[in-house]
């Protein structure tokens, strides 16, 4: 009876399934269709961005841009919906097989209605734009906005010296600007520059910012200094003294008068220690100003912008889709040039640069950044929501980032392809427990920096998934349905804690960054090596059972550029064969796990390394370091070398900075060579218990603008030869004997052409001096 029944039920669903099939079938023409249609859609959108600029375009073409940016995000949804319900569902077979469509039966149905849907209001907006003459509008706007931009920027100049007297007559504006800038700034020291002809009331505009109560009640002192045409720093800076001391009811100095630059300047600096100061220069006329003044005015970085890792944005940017291809460049290449791009038009201000020039970390500026965040929240395109309210709640957006994780259920979830967090507190239950059912197409999840502790459930159902950061979290273990995330790009796991990835990591055949601190990739031992996206893996544990197939297995990464390893000395040779075999590798760090010596043979010729670091014992520098003639970055760390390596690597004809470091070198004297290292811009020379002196030749480091020796406790005299370092900006000694300060506190003439030199014992006596 059972099998009647059965049989029964199938003969009444092969004439629904017959039905849905017919159906079906013209899903993936239709789907061909409407991808093709979001390109175009896309194109007109870049381009309708450039032409309508601000007034320029009448509201009308506003509505219409926005209905039709509104149809691509639909688009958007049902492309990512088709790929989940019909691509990518596994094949099965017989009953299996049944059961499958009937499953998927209502799903499949509502995209193909959804898909007729969106074609119908893409006729509709086409009629309107017909109907109206919108797109005649917005071609008109864009040939004014072309015009008015010509007129603007014809000559930049001309808005400083035109300006009409109405416009200066009205300070709110610029003084709020101004209060912005010095309450909600940078975190660094920042100079603003308040710049026009006589008489158009600066000085009155900065006396209002001055005395105006946020200012006041924001900094722990402030000071107003008149400079004027013919100045002299001395006077400057004892004035500035003055006024600190009787700002805060103090006693000055009493030989304070008597004081020289140098000791004015070391008295500024002490005073402004871990202190928020605001001081105000008025009637500057030398362009020089700045340079007279600038060390006294020490940066404590007592101030936020949010700093941000251009790594993390490039990587962001590719998760998203908004990085084309070009030939011969990787996405991550092609993704700098864009960054680049926004530096040069000051749309993003670098704070921190790699030692290669290149910059490391950014930020925006708070002007820019509100503007940036009106527009988003105008386009759709993302939203910031905090509980100060610094957005609204309503409306779709694509891409969203929240200081409160409890506010998210607000937002219109099934549209979000991007979620990054800024919260310290533990708020994220809601959200680990909704992520699967209500944020299906994320394609960037970012917890850095979050008190997350366990990765959300289900997590494997995010098939768009591109970009997943737990960096600075305090997650330990990784699900086995992370396997399951086909699409992911980039894994960061950065959390100084050991963690076991499961072997259902290795599935994922599109991962290109996969990033911890300490990663046991064993269970992986014999998957790996298929990860052949892969071109940043680091720290992977060796010290370990299995180790051996582990490394083998890494020499298939042949795509490979950044690589970090900790090993066991007696792997050595295998060690090298792997690396032999990876011909992008740009950075690698080595870190061994005892004390025996290991031995690396890098086939040099074959390598594009330019950042290297060996923190391991070593019977003698490797003869292949020196002829790595693209070398950048150098760090030598725990390697015991007998032998002077300065010898051996002064002709490395693009190093810019070498470290030797915790016993790198056992030997008394480090002697620099005439005519070595000619780019070297930083040396850092640090724990090296046995150095008794330093010698540089003339004509040894001309490029060198930073020199940095720390706890060295044999060494009694500061480098011989260093006064022949005519660039050198910048001389930190640190953690040293106090018999090395008395020795060399009278010496500080060979010194003199040194901008900044500071020196300090064990017990924090410190010689500290600038000049300017």
Same mark, same amino acid.
């Given at each position: 009876?059972?099998?009647?029944?059965?049989?029964?039920?199938?003969?009444?669903?092969?004439?629904?399934?017959?039905?849905?099939?017919?159906?079906?079938?013209?899903?993936?023409?239709?789907?061909? $269709?409407?991808?093709?249609?979001?390109?175009?859609?896309?194109?007109?959108?870049? $381009?309708?961005?450039?032409?309508?600029?601000?007034?320029?375009?009448?509201?009308?073409?506003?509505?219409?841009?926005?209905?039709?940016?509104?149809?691509?995000?639909?688009?958007?949804?049902?492309?990512?919906?088709?790929?989940?319900?019909?691509?990518?569902?596994?094949?099965?077979?017989?009953?299996?097989?049944?059961?499958?469509?009937?499953?998927?039966?209502?799903?499949?149905?509502?995209?193909?209605?959804?898909?007729?849907?969106?074609?119908?209001?893409?006729?509709?907006?086409?009629?309107?734009?017909?109907?109206?003459?919108?797109?005649?509008?917005?071609?008109?706007?864009?040939?004014?906005?072309?015009?008015?931009?010509?007129?603007? +920027?014809?000559?930049?100049?001309?808005?400083?010296?035109?300006? /009409?007297?109405?416009?200066?007559?009205?300070?709110?504006?610029?003084?709020?600007?101004?209060?912005?800038?010095?309450?909600?700034?940078?975190?660094?020291?920042?100079?603003?520059?308040?710049?026009?002809?006589?008489?158009? !009331?600066?000085?009155?505009?900065?006396?209002?910012?001055?005395?105006?109560?946020?200012?006041?009640?924001?900094?722990?002192?402030?000071? +107003?200094?008149?400079?004027?045409?013919?100045?002299?720093?001395?006077?400057?800076?004892?004035?500035?003294?003055?006024?600190?001391?009787?700002?805060?009811?103090?006693?000055?100095?009493?030989?304070?008068?008597?004081?020289?630059?140098?000791?004015?300047?070391?008295?500024?600096?002490?005073?402004?220690?871990?202190?928020?100061?605001?001081?105000?220069?008025?009637?500057?006329?030398?362009?020089?100003?700045?340079?007279?003044?600038?060390?006294?005015?020490?940066?404590?970085?007592?101030?936020?912008?949010?700093?941000?890792?251009?790594?993390?944005?490039?990587?962001?940017?590719?998760?998203?889709?908004?990085?084309?291809?070009?030939?011969?460049?990787?996405?991550?290449?092609?993704?700098?040039?864009?960054?680049?791009?926004?530096?040069?038009?000051?749309?993003?201000?670098?704070?921190?640069?790699?030692?290669?020039?290149?910059?490391?970390?950014?930020?925006?500026?708070?002007?820019?950044?509100?503007?940036?965040?009106?527009?988003?929240? $105008?386009?759709?395109?993302?939203?910031?929501?905090?509980?100060?309210?610094?957005?609204?709640?309503?409306?779709?957006?694509?891409?969203?980032?929240?200081?409160?994780?409890?506010?998210?259920?607000?937002?219109?979830?099934?549209?979000?392809?991007?979620?990054?967090?800024?919260?310290?507190?533990?708020?994220? /239950?809601?959200?680990?427990?909704?992520?699967?059912?209500?944020?299906?197409?994320?394609?960037?999840?970012?917890?850095?920096?979050?008190?997350? +502790?366990?990765?959300p459930d289900k997590l494997g159902i995010l098939n768009h998934l591109k970009y997943l950061s737990f960096r600075h979290t305090i997650v330990s273990e990784v699900p086995k349905s992370i396997g399951m995330l086909h699409n992911l790009e980039t894994l960061d796991l950065r959390n100084y804690k050991v963690i076991v990835l499961p072997k259902e990591?290795?599935?994922?055949?599109?991962?290109?960054?996969?990033?911890?601190?300490?990663?046991?990739?064993?269970?992986?031992?014999?998957?790996?090596?298929?990860?052949?996206?892969?071109?940043?893996?680091?720290?992977?544990?060796?010290?370990? $059972?299995?180790?051996?197939?582990?490394?083998?297995?890494?020499?298939?990464?042949?795509?490979?550029?950044?690589?970090?390893?900790?090993?066991?000395?007696?792997?050595?040779?295998?060690?090298?064969?792997?690396?032999?075999? &990876?011909?992008?590798?740009?950075?690698?760090?080595?870190?061994?796990?005892?004390? /025996?010596?290991?031995?690396?043979?890098?086939?040099?010729?074959?390598?594009?390394?330019?950042?290297?670091?060996?923190?391991?014992?070593?019977?003698?520098?490797?003869? +292949?370091?020196?002829?790595?003639?693209?070398?950048?970055?150098?760090?030598?760390?725990?390697?015991?070398?007998?032998?002077?390596?300065? /010898?051996?690597?002064?002709?490395?004809?693009?190093?810019?900075?070498?470290?030797?470091?915790?016993?790198?070198?056992?030997?008394?004297?480090?002697?620099?060579?005439? !005519?070595?290292?000619?780019?070297?811009?930083?040396?850092?020379?640090?724990?090296?218990?046995?150095?008794?002196?330093?010698?540089?030749?003339?004509?040894?480091?001309?490029?060198?603008?930073?020199?940095?020796?720390?706890?060295?406790?044999?060494?009694?005299?500061?480098?011989?030869?260093?006064?022949?370092?005519?660039?050198?900006?910048?001389?930190?000694?640190?953690?040293?004997?106090?018999?090395?300060?008395?020795?060399?506190?009278?010496?500080?003439?060979? &010194?003199?052409?040194?901008?900044?030199?500071?020196?300090?014992?064990?017990?924090?006596?410190?010689?500290?001096?600038?000049?300017?």
């Amino acid at each position: 009876m059972a099998e009647i029944a059965v049989s029964l039920v199938i003969d009444q669903l092969i004439p629904l399934l017959r039905k849905e099939t017919k159906l079906f079938r013209g899903i993936h023409k239709e789907f061909a $269709d409407i991808k093709d249609e979001l390109e175009s859609i896309q194109a007109f959108l870049k $381009d309708a961005d450039e032409r309508a600029e601000g007034d320029n375009t009448g509201e009308g073409v506003k509505t219409w841009v926005k209905q039709v940016r509104d149809v691509a995000f639909r688009i958007e949804d049902i492309i990512d919906e088709y790929l989940i319900q019909v691509v990518q569902q596994p094949r099965v077979s017989g009953c299996l097989a049944l059961l499958h469509k009937l499953k998927t039966m209502t799903p499949r149905r509502q995209i193909a209605h959804e898909i007729q849907d969106i074609k119908s209001s893409v006729r509709g907006i086409s009629e309107r734009s017909e109907r109206y003459g919108l797109k005649r509008s917005l071609e008109q706007g864009s040939s004014n906005a072309r015009e008015s931009r010509n007129a603007k +920027w014809h000559d930049p100049r001309l808005a400083a010296l035109y300006i /009409e007297e109405a416009e200066v007559v009205g300070f709110e504006a610029p003084r709020k600007t101004l209060i912005d800038w010095m309450v909600k700034g940078r975190e660094e020291r920042t100079v603003v520059s308040v710049v026009g002809m006589g008489g158009q !009331g600066k000085t009155t505009l900065a006396k209002k910012v001055f005395d105006d109560k946020d200012i006041i009640r924001h900094f722990d002192c402030r000071v +107003w200094i008149t400079v004027s045409q013919s100045y002299k720093i001395e006077e400057l800076l004892r004035d500035m003294l003055l006024k600190f001391h009787k700002q805060k009811g103090d006693i000055a100095p009493r030989d304070i008068s008597q004081m020289d630059r140098a000791s004015l300047i070391e008295e500024v600096r002490n005073y402004l220690q871990q202190k928020r100061y605001l001081i105000v220069f008025d009637d500057v006329w030398s362009s020089h100003f700045w340079d007279d003044i600038e060390f006294a005015l020490i940066d404590n970085k007592n101030g936020k912008d949010y700093e941000v890792n251009l790594k993390r944005v490039t990587r962001q940017w590719i998760a998203e889709g908004f990085v084309k291809e070009e030939r011969g460049k990787t996405l991550e290449e092609v993704a700098e040039e864009y960054l680049t791009e926004l530096i040069h038009r000051s749309l993003v201000q670098v704070s921190s640069l790699r030692i290669d020039g290149k910059a490391k970390c950014c930020r925006i500026h708070d002007l820019i950044r509100n503007m940036i965040l009106d527009k988003i929240e $105008d386009l759709n395109f993302g939203k910031h929501i905090s509980k100060d309210g610094q957005s609204s709640l309503s409306g779709i957006t694509r891409r969203l980032s929240t200081t409160s994780s409890d506010l998210i259920e607000c937002i219109e979830s099934s549209h979000i392809r991007s979620l990054l967090f800024f919260t310290t507190n533990d708020e994220l /239950e809601y959200f680990n427990k909704k992520v699967a059912t209500k944020y299906r197409l994320l394609k960037v999840l970012d917890y850095q920096s979050v008190p997350l +502790w366990k990765v959300p459930d289900k997590l494997g159902i995010l098939n768009h998934l591109k970009y997943l950061s737990f960096r600075h979290t305090i997650v330990s273990e990784v699900p086995k349905s992370i396997g399951m995330l086909h699409n992911l790009e980039t894994l960061d796991l950065r959390n100084y804690k050991v963690i076991v990835l499961p072997k259902e990591i290795s599935k994922l055949r599109k991962l290109r960054h996969l990033i911890g601190d300490v990663l046991s990739l064993v269970q992986l031992k014999d998957g790996i090596g298929e990860m052949t996206s892969l071109q940043t893996l680091r720290f992977v544990n060796t010290d370990i $059972d299995g180790a051996v197939e582990v490394i083998k297995e890494l020499g298939k990464l042949k795509q490979i550029r950044v690589l970090g390893l900790y090993v066991c000395a007696k792997y050595g040779s295998i060690v090298s064969s792997s690396l032999n075999e &990876m011909q992008h590798l740009e950075k690698l760090n080595v870190r061994s796990s005892d004390d /025996e010596a290991i031995d690396l043979n890098l086939i040099s010729s074959r390598t594009m390394l330019q950042n290297l670091t060996l923190n391991a014992r070593l019977q003698k520098l490797p003869k +292949w370091i020196p002829e790595l003639q693209n070398l950048v970055v150098l760090g030598l760390i725990n390697s015991r070398l007998t032998k002077d390596p300065m /010898e051996s690597l002064k002709f490395l004809q693009h190093l810019l900075f070498l470290s030797l470091h915790n016993e790198a070198y056992e030997g008394l004297h480090l002697h620099v060579e005439a !005519g070595g290292f000619q780019k070297l811009k930083e040396l850092y020379v640090t724990s090296l218990n046995e150095l008794q002196d330093i010698i540089i030749d003339k004509g040894a480091l001309p490029s060198l603008k930073n020199l940095s020796l720390l706890n060295l406790p044999r060494l009694k005299h500061i480098p011989t030869g260093i006064k022949h370092l005519e660039k050198l900006e910048a001389l930190h000694i640190f953690h040293m004997q106090v018999e090395f300060v008395e020795h060399n506190s009278t010496e500080d003439w060979i &010194m003199e052409h040194v901008p900044l030199f500071e020196i300090e014992t064990i017990g924090g006596n410190v010689i500290q001096n600038s000049r300017s």
